[in-house]
Every structure is written in C-alpha cells, then in structure tokens.
C-alpha cells in the first residue's frame, strides 16, 4: 500500500522522455516572460496565418517575390518562440534523456514530513522540504522547483502512485510542507 503506519508515501515510477518535456514546458509557462512571449506573438502569428489563405483564394501572386518575401521576413520574429518553445527546446531535453540513462530508470519514492527521498539503482538523493521553494500541479505531475534554482525542479508523475488516496495524501503533505496548492497555468492536455 502507498501510505504507511509511519505516514509516509510510497510511489514508483520509470520516467518517460515525454515527463520530463511535459515538466519542462509547465516550469516555462509558469515563468512571467514566457508566458508575455507567446502572449504577444499568438495573436500576430494567427493573423499571418490568415493573410496567407486569404492570399490563395483572392487569386494574388501570393508566391510572387513580392509578396512571399514580406511574409516570410514578417513571420520569422513571430515563428521563433513558437519553434523554440514547441521544438527546438524538447528536441533537445530529448536529446538529454535519450543518453542518459540516469534519468530513465526506475525510482522508487518515500515522502513523509522529514522530506523527499528518491531511490534507483545509481544511488539515493535525500531532500528536505526547505530544498523546494514550492509546488504546483498538473493533471499529470507534481512540479517542486528548487529553491536555489526555479529552473530545476523535481517531476514525481501521478502515475508512481498506487491508488488516488496516495495522490491526494502527498498532495496534502506538499500543501502542508510547502504552501498553498499551485496549479499549473493554461493546462492541457499534455500538462
């Protein structure tokens, strides 16, 4: 059973590629900056999206140097953080995961009111709750991001756990030990 006399937790979990892709874009869309880029730029690259369609059905030379090149000029501001956000970033943790078979294999998780320790076969990390500025949720992850460095953050997928008792018990011990609930902005489907 996941929740033990001594009220700790107990999850396991293999992480996929996909866990840490999906942590890494709810930590950027947590951030101020991030979430102001896409904001402005998804409103402009929507109305390039529509010029272009416009163009083709009004029967104008749209791939005439005249036109083409324009729009083309025009839509690589607003298309670059969109690809870095969407494609270059998670090619690259990718990248990361793939090589590294560290952060792939199996881990077995005790939380309790000591703190959180993560055991696999390399070794055994012990983090106290102070090690964890906060926390926040998505529909499938808790996020903790570090103290020292937001950008680091520990992913413990809901899945690792056994039953929704566990899930709801470690999200009582994370509000109690590290505030309130934060829930991930615009979640979806993937988050």
């Known amino acids: 059973m996941?929740?033990?006399?001594?009220?700790?937790?107990?999850?396991?979990?293999?992480?996929?590629?996909?866990?840490?892709?999906?942590?890494?874009?709810?930590q950027l869309r947590r951030r101020p900056l991030t979430r102001m880029w896409l904001a402005v730029t998804a409103p402009a690259s929507m109305c390039l999206l529509a010029v272009i369609p416009v163009l083709l059905v009004q029967g104008l030379p749209a791939f005439s140097p005249l036109y083409t090149l324009p729009l083309f000029v025009a839509s690589i501001p607003l298309?670059?953080?969109?690809?870095?956000?969407?494609?270059?970033?998670?090619?690259?943790?990718?990248?990361?995961?793939?090589?590294?078979?560290?952060l792939r294999c199996e881990t077995f998780g005790l939380a309790d009111e000591r703190g959180l320790i993560l055991r696999h076969r390399y070794g055994e990390i012990r983090m106290d709750w102070t090690?964890?500025?906060?926390?926040?949720?998505?529909?499938?992850?808790?996020m903790l991001p570090r103290l020292t460095d937001e950008l680091l953050y520990q992913v413990i997928p809901k899945r690792g756990f056994e039953s929704a008792q566990a899930v709801s018990a470690f999200r009582e011990l994370l509000r109690r030990k590290l505030g309130g609930l934060r829930v991930a902005t615009w979640p979806s489907s993937n988050a």
């Open 79 to 102: 298309a670059v953080p969109w690809l870095v956000y969407f494609i270059v970033l998670p090619l690259r943790l990718r990248d990361q995961v793939i090589r590294n078979e560290r």
């Open 2 to 26: 996941s929740i033990t006399s001594t009220n700790s937790i107990r999850f396991r979990y293999t992480p996929h590629v996909e866990d840490y892709v999906q942590g890494m874009q709810a």
């Open 131 to 142: 090690t964890f500025a906060a926390f926040f949720e998505t529909r499938q992850h808790f």
